[in-house]
């Protein structure tokens, strides 16, 4: 490029930590120093290998080995995809910069960038000009970026060395932009990780911002198996690569000419598949992390999927999600395709989210009634322990509440009837104890006010303005915070069903059907996750409450913890040790505790001539020895632990294993990734009314390996509730702020009782060391 160097400029984005910044001759470097990448890799191999089938995540492809081999494939004559995509770009960068005007570019996956130069002429050929490529490779990132400072004296290059998810959030500060996504690299995405990636990118990305997307078009299959299977052997290199990499950077031994380059194309879902396959038994020996997989003779290892597309059908999904098509560019055999996509300021995710929230509250509804559909009126009008509050003032304090928030906090008029009952099911004025005193109203009388509340509050709705500028309302908080509230009551609601008595049975119309019993059970008892900064607590304005906030960032040393919860058979072992009479394992306040209460075995434990059994809801049932132990204090769990020579997690270290993907260098929402709960990933939303089976749902892992860290029990941690660094308080002081300090214990995860609305690797919950009648249980931890 002709022209005068730009005078020097200041860097454009300021990563939090623990970023580091590298300054080269023409561009800056920032570095992700997250995780280590190596523990990463490793972690992320024995998860992949531990799947059905065995997937490995093909980001590991592009180590600077990696990337050199795939800059070779590129060229082959085989491969038509960076042609052109080349030629489509040279002959609409000089459109495509009219359209998007003077914003800074950002590259996703920017390899050598070599095809992104078309872009940068017209950038540059108008004056100064803004890039910002991200590429997972640190060595070939910097390369590209020393080439073009040196090519382009009028740019400013900015390099961000990380995965897509992380760079993404760095990138972003660089707004406005057109964030650029070439190669189809799209194409290694399953429809609901794409699906993922952009609402995560409408989330990013600001109204009137661009998003360029390269996407390779369905065609002939003997065309696409070509291209995938180079005469010249440079995929099967490529293949080959990841399995070298994991000798060099990990200290496997896998014998590359055991290793088989599989690629065909699928039909049914329009995509190549790329797999190794072995042709002898191989050992892969992870040491670092303790783990050894036999991979048998004949056993295929997905390494890598590219969908093909049409471009029609991408404009709409694009279009789900906020982004409007603005052109397509195509090569005229139809080949391949560049589309322009511009956020748009009236997104669908605001424009249906009235209808959302309806659905949301009349979900939440439905299941409050089914729980207490079952009872007669004397079970909802009596207190059946001083620990619960009779169930009719639990349905009218959710009226209540619902009034107070979902109509008086945002406009709508106060109705006498709801403030005159505003002291009744005040629950800081009444103690539960004294609850069941109150004038409270009969069951009709409870319905009613729940049924005539949600009315005006439904008719409200249709005319709020869902304001983005209060916090309240903006993404419609209010409503989640209200409807989380009810699921937490039903939770509530169900710990005094559970303490009416062995002779009062308790059959929903929701209870499902358990889950089959697990062919395998969790590789290893504990899970190694090594030290390093993570990143806990959320950002979150839409779900979290404020005691989930602010993220902020945690180091911690290493340590193990168990791969799944404690189970009743675990459990037993410590009784029959007699954990119960040997002071030694408790502390001074669980001794005097255990003494007080004469406490022998968790709640709801019967000893009987045929041995332990368990009452559930009326109905005394045999002792399963593989679900995880329930309704025990945090007196007891710390007991246990103690006893096993290990200890109760922290709270950071229960969320880092649950949440922290170190192949992202971000946390995920749920231990198994940010897509929601469903039925085979953890057992939640009252279906079972009790734990499942360790080992029930393998898709649920965290990535370290835990299994059921949401759902099953709440499991208690060794941390007190205390705010984290930075909180504020809202919408009201009493949510959580006065019950901080050193009173009560954090538990995490969730039980089986709990609704997915009400549930996330952040969601904290608290309560008193001696308490029993909650769904919790819990796991160990250990120095490693």
């Known amino acids: 490029m002709q022209g005068m160097a730009a005078p020097p400029r200041a860097p454009l984005l300021s990563p939090p930590a623990p970023w580091t910044r590298r300054d080269g001759p023409g561009y800056t470097l920032h570095l992700d120093t997250a995780a280590d990448a190596r523990l990463a890799f490793a972690q992320s191999i024995a998860r992949g290998l531990d799947e059905i089938p065995r997937t490995l995540d093909c980001r590991w ?152 997307l390269g996407i390779d078009l369905v065609k002939d299959p003997a065309r696409l198996e070509a291209a995938y299977n180079d005469r010249a052997g440079w995929s099967a290199r490529f293949t080959k690569n990841l399995f070298a990499r994991m000798n060099r950077e990990l200290g496997t031994a ?31 020996d992870l040491g670092s992390i303790d783990r050894h997989i036999r991979v048998a003779a004949g056993e295929m290892v997905r390494t890598e999927i590219s969908r093909k597309f049409r471009s029609g059908n991408v404009a709409a999904n694009a279009a789900r999600f906020g982004f409007a098509c603005e052109e397509t560019y195509q090569d005229p055999e139809e080949l391949f395709a560049v589309l322009l996509l511009r956020r748009r300021a009236d997104s669908p995710v605001i424009e249906n989210r009235r209808h959302q929230i309806e659905a949301l509250l009349r979900n939440v509804r439905a299941r409050t009634l089914e729980i207490v559909g079952p009872l007669d009126d004397e079970d909802l009008l009596r207190q059946h322990n001083p620990l619960m509050s009779p169930i009719v003032w639990d349905l009218g304090h959710i009226a209540n509440y619902e009034s107070q928030w979902l109509l008086r906090a945002v406009g709508a008029p106060a109705a006498p009837e709801d403030v005159a009952r505003d002291g009744t099911y005040d629950a800081f004025v009444n103690p539960r104890r004294e609850r069941g005193a109150l004038p409270l109203l009969d069951r009709g009388g409870a319905l009613d006010y729940l049924e005539d509340v949600r009315a005006r509050v439904g008719a409200h709705l249709k005319v709020v303005a869902l304001d983005p500028s209060r916090p309240l309302t903006a993404e419609g908080y209010v409503y989640r915070m209200v409807a989380q509230h009810e699921a937490q009551h039903q939770e509530t609601i169900l710990q005094a069903i559970q303490l009416r008595g062995a002779e009062l049975a308790y059959d929903p119309p929701f209870a499902g ?10 590789a290893g008892s504990t899970v190694l996750v090594p030290a390093g900064a993570f990143a806990m607590g959320t950002d979150d304005r839409s779900w979290a409450y404020d005691n989930e906030r602010p993220r902020h960032v945690r180091a911690l040393d290493a340590y193990r913890i168990d791969a799944k919860p404690v189970t009743n058979g675990q459990y037993l072992a410590f009784l029959d040790d007699g954990g119960y009479r040997r002071r030694e394992l408790w502390t001074p306040e669980g001794w005097a505790w255990c003494r007080e209460t004469d406490a022998g075995a968790p709640a709801h434990w019967r000893r009987t001539p045929d041995g332990w059994r368990r009452l559930i809801f009326g109905g005394l049932r045999a002792l399963d020895p593989d679900r995880p132990v329930m309704h025990v204090s945090w007196y007891e769990a710390d007991a246990y632990a103690r006893w096993a020579g290990k200890r109760l997690p922290t709270e950071a270290e229960w969320e880092k294993a649950a949440a922290w993907d170190p192949e992202r260098g971000a946390p995920r929402r749920y231990p198994w990734g940010d897509t929601p709960p469903t039925p085979d990933r953890a057992n939640l939303e009252q ?37 984290y660094p930075g909180f504020e308080a809202f919408p009201y002081r009493e949510y959580s702020e006065v019950f901080f300090g050193r009173e009560y214990r954090v538990l995490r995860g969730g039980s089986w009782a709990t609704l997915p609305v009400a549930v996330r690797n952040t969601f904290r919950n608290w309560d008193y060391p001696q308490r029993r009648q909650i769904f919790a249980g819990f796991r160990c931890a250990a120095d490693a």
């Open 687 to 723: 279906r079972l009314l009790e734990p499942a089976p360790v080992g029930s749902y393998p898709r649920g892992r965290s990535f370290y390996g835990c299994h059921q860290l949401l759902g099953d029990v709440w499991e208690w941690t060794a941390s007190w509730f205390e705010p």
């Open 61 to 212: 492809l592009y180590d600077d080995a990696g990337s050199e081999i795939f800059e070779r494939i590129t060229a082959e004559p085989e491969y038509y995809q960076t042609r052109t995509e080349t030629k489509i770009l040279a002959a609409s960068a000089a459109d495509i910069r009219a359209r998007v005007g003077d914003v800074t570019l950002v590259e996703l996956g920017s390899g050598s960038s070599t095809k992104t130069r078309h872009l940068l002429d017209a950038w540059c050929a108008r004056g100064a000009a803004r890039y910002v490529p991200i590429d997972i490779s640190p060595g070939a990132l910097e390369s590209a970026c020393a080439a073009l400072a040196q090519a382009y004296p009028r740019l400013t290059v900015e390099g961000v060395a990380a995965a897509y998810e992380r760079g993404l959030e760095v990138a972003a500060r660089a707004a406005p932009l057109v964030l650029v996504f070439l190669g189809s690299t799209v194409g290694n995405l399953t429809p609901a990780e794409l699906d993922r990636f952009l609402e995560v990118l409408g989330l990013h990305l600001a109204p009137g911002d661009h998003f360029l």
């Open 254 to 284: 896998v014998p590359l000419e055991a290793v088989e380059h599989v690629a065909y194309y699928d039909e049914r879902l329009e995509r190549i598949d790329i797999f190794a396959r072995f042709t002898r038994e191989v050992c892969i």
């Open 513 to 522: 059907t358990p889950p089959p019993r697990p062919d395998r059970r969790p």
